[in-house]
Each structure stands twice: as C-alpha cells, then as structure tokens.
C-alpha cells in the first residue's frame, strides 16, 4: 500500500506536496536501507517510483528524490565535493535500463532530465570515455564493410548473353553465371571472400537485432526515432536481402539483381545512421526521419492517386497511337512510370513536333501540370518547412537524447571487458557496494550574494504590497475621489523604496 501511494505521488500535479507526503510516508519505512524498501518496489509496468518520475517528466520529483542520494564529501569556500548515488540511473547491468526508459517516451519534459545533475555528467562521461571512440570505430568498420560489398556486387560473375532477342526493345547483351562458372579464377576466389564477410556480415547483424527486437518489442523498437527505429528496419531487410541473394547465388537462379540492388540502396542508407554521433548532423537526421514517416508518407498517398488518374488518362489517350513516334506511354506501366517523372519534374512534357498528337493530350497535361507541379508539390514543400522549424527548436535536446541511445545500445552489445562500469564503489568511502558518482560543484559567491538581494527586495515588495492593500481598505472613499494624477503619485511614491532596491541590484548585476 505504501509503495503504491509513492507512485500516485509521483503523478501528483502538486510537486511540493508531493514531495512533502513522500518524505512522510518513507520516515515510516522500516526497511528504508534494506531490500525491502518501498522505494525499491516496482509496479506492474517494472517501474520504481524514481523511475517513474523519469518517464512523467517529473523534474521537481526526480530532483527531489536526487538530493535525498546525494552524499557531501567535503566542501572548501566555493567548491564542493559530492556523491551522487547511481542505483537505478546507470544502464550497466540494468534490464530495464531508466536512460532508455527516458529517451523511449513519447513525453518530451522527460528529456529535460537528460540537462539535469548527475544524469548530464554521467552521460557525458560515458560518451566521452567510451562511446564515442567506440562509435566511430564501428561506423569506419561499417563503411569498409560496405565498400567490400559494392565491390562484389560491381565485379558479379556475367558471361556474354549468347540466345537471340525476341523483341526490338530488348537490349540486354549479358547475363548471370551458373554457380560452377562463377569461382574458376584467382578473381573469383578473392571475391569468393568478400562474399563470405558480406554474409557474416550480414548474420551479426541479425544475431544482434533479433535479441533486442524479443526484448523491447517491435512497435517500441521500430516506431520511435531516437532509438533509430526506422534504421532498425533498414538494416535488417539490407540483412534479409543480403541472404535471399546468396540463396538465388547457390541455387543458380536468375534475378540476384532485385535482392542485390535493394541491399545496396539500404545498405549504404543506412550510413545515414552514423551521423548521429556527430552534433552537427545528429539533429537532421531525426529530421529527414520524422519528414519520411510524417509529411512524406501522407503526401505519397495523395500523389498516388493523381498519378493513377494522369497515367491512366495518358495510357487512353496514346493507346491508338503509334508508340515509335512518343513511346513514353506505349504501355500502362510506362505510362505510370512517365507520369511519376512529369509529377517531380524530371522531365518535360515529351512532345514531337513532326507528328500531330491528340488535342486531349494537351488539355489534361496543361491540368496536371497545374496540380501536381504548382499545387501539391509547393505543399509538399511547405509541410516540410514546418517540420523543420519544429525540429530545430529542439535540435540540442534531440541530440543529446540520441548520444544517450546510442551510448546504452553501445553498452549492450559490447562485452564487460571493453566496458568497465562508470563511478565509485561505495566502499572506498563506506557507503556499502552501490556505486556513486564523483561530482565537484563550484558555488559561484556572487550568484548566492545576487540570490540573498532578490529575495530581500522580493520580501519587501510583498511588505509594501501589504501595507498599500491596508491604505487602499481604509481610505477607498478618499483615494475614488482624487484625480487620476495624484492616484498615480501616490502608487509612485509607495513603491520609491521597492524601485531603489530593484536598482541597486540592476546596478549590481
């Protein structure tokens, strides 16, 4: 019952009553130290009232519950020496890690605790230490990883086509090897093996998704962005591809090129995901994803309709027409095709001029030029503009929570003895085996001088305040009937003593 009102006070909207009942009901707690604390207890979703505070958003809670951990070493003047306890706060060794936890919910006040003491330092050494070198390290290995599978796929085993061509558009002069024709030479044999690394390649990275896939679970996984979630997608089907290619491989079957040219666009796509370690391009990003999955898939649907309608109007006005002289919608699929490329404006509208074309060719061009290119692609280009201008107000906090993601996805996968656990043992200060983190704080003797003065003049504006609401009660017949000047005087001069005080501190300042 107890841990469960320590979780009802963390959704309280009042902060400071919160704080106060809690503070009540753990001087109750018998077990406050042990194992059996309340605040050790989870709910049924695995999370502690600290938690839980982390993915409210609740800052005043989360620093509330903060200073009660925090343990003063020694203080000099300014400077001071603290321990922060890290039970609950670092991801090492945590199944259920509360770094995660923040940067997985959808509530963006919960970022803000990524900006607070010690979870900015913490993060911050972890990054420094660790992440960092260990992260640009795997996007090298993950760019040469790439290159070797280009050079594979650019050096595939053909041989010159030798059957005839059925048809006068057919224009392909090579084709795909047999599997006993493809390894007979030293060539072969050296790109025999960077197929074999391209396929273990591609096998470590389904070992290493798959396990977070079963433990986070797929929506989580994939839908949101600061984890990469789209990348997730991208690099797991640039995996499958990978496979499908070395199965038609084995079995001699015609078509690799479907598998092998999606593992290629994928593949190196997924590049994209690397600049996230970097402050300058780990911000855009999250804004290209959240144009993809946001302003770009809404819009595609609206474009797919226009299209279907367009190609389909062109395909009946050409199909009377003799295809050799505007062989653009000579079929339907390449009606669609042409369609989509007058729609972005890759091409122009095709014409010739030596023959005469169909009058209601140019009626229905001169509408879809009208829609598609003035219409709906300056629409297309204004959503994006306003996603842009949302993201970029959150450009810093977006990337400090995709340093926190990657730093706890990097903590992971990478074996305990490339990663040592951060902070001190408690027991080098008696503190029992949790582990805390060192923190010197400067208290900077102004700033508390500049404090005390804003107080004091805060103080004595409520005292005048007060005394001129006691004027005002007494003399309220009197002050109705002077002039509005001499109203103005007076408030003036009420407050002569509040407005010196406020300018001795500007002064100050």
């Not at 060539?187 to 960077?194: A, C, I, K, N, Y």
């Not at 370690?277 to 780990?282: E, H, I, K, T, V």
């Amino acid at each position: 019952l107890g841990n469960t009102v320590l979780h009802i006070l963390v959704l309280q909207p009042n902060k400071t009553f919160a704080c106060h009942m809690y503070s009540l009901i753990l001087s109750y707690d018998r077990n406050k130290d042990g194992p059996g604390s309340l605040e050790l207890i989870a709910n049924n979703e695995g999370l502690t009232p600290f938690k839980l505070a982390g993915v409210e958003g609740n800052t005043v809670m989360f620093q509330y519950l903060m200073q009660k951990r925090k343990h003063t070493i020694w203080s000099f003047g300014p400077l001071t020496t603290v321990l922060y306890d890290l039970t609950e706060i670092d991801s090492w060794a945590e199944d259920q890690s509360f770094l995660e936890l923040i940067v997985s919910t959808k509530k963006r006040e919960a970022r803000q605790i990524l900006d607070l003491t010690p979870v900015k330092e913490l993060v911050s050494l972890k990054w420094n230490m660790y992440g960092r070198p260990y992260f640009c390290f795997l996007a090298l290995f993950y760019i040469l990883y790439m290159v070797c599978f280009t050079m594979c796929c650019v050096y595939r085993p053909l041989k010159p086509r030798t059957g005839n061509r059925t048809s006068s558009r057919d224009n392909t002069i090579y084709v795909q090897k047999m599997l006993q024709e493809s390894y007979l030479t030293y060539e072969d044999e050296l790109r025999l093996v960077g197929e074999l690394i391209t396929v273990i390649g591609a096998v470590v990275i389904l070992v290493l998704e798959i396990p977070d896939i079963l433990r986070v679970g797929a929506a989580k996984y994939f839908g949101q962005t600061i984890l990469g979630g789209p990348f997730h997608i991208i690099v797991i089907t640039y995996a499958c591809m990978i496979l499908v290619t070395m199965v038609m491989r084995l079995t001699s079957t015609n078509g690799e090129v479907v598998p092998m040219s999606f593992a290629l666009v994928l593949g190196w796509c997924n590049v994209m995901y690397f600049a996230r370690g970097f402050q300058m391009l780990g911000p855009f990003t999250i804004m290209i994803q959240k144009m993809i999955f946001g302003d770009l898939m809404r819009f595609c649907w609206l474009m797919a309709v226009v299209i279907l309608g367009f190609a389909s109007a062109f395909y009946i006005i050409f199909q009377t027409e003799n295809p050799e002289n505007l062989g653009q919608f000579y079929n339907y699929p390449m009606s669609l095709f042409t369609t989509f490329e007058l729609f972005l404006t890759i091409i122009d509208g095709p014409a010739n001029y030596d023959v005469d074309l169909p009058f209601m060719y140019s009626v229905v061009y001169f509408a879809f030029a009208i829609i598609a290119t003035l219409l709906m692609l300056n629409l297309l280009i204004a959503m994006m503009g306003d996603t842009h201008w949302r993201v970029a107000h959150e450009r810093d906090e977006l990337w400090r929570a995709q340093v926190v993601a990657t730093t706890v996805m990097l903590e992971r996968k990478l074996p305990r003895c490339l990663w040592p656990r951060s902070g001190i043992c408690g027991r080098e200060y008696g503190l029992g085996d949790r582990w805390y983190l060192r923190i010197e704080d400067r208290v900077d003797p102004n700033k508390q001088k500049m404090m005390r003065y804003t107080e004091a003049f805060k103080a004595q504006d409520r005292d005048t305040y007060e005394k001129g609401l006691e004027k005002l009660e007494i003399s309220r017949d009197i002050l109705y009937k002077k002039e509005p000047s001499a109203l103005s005087l007076s408030r003036s001069t009420s407050r002569t003593s509040s407005h010196r005080g406020w300018e001795i501190l500007r002064r100050n300042t």
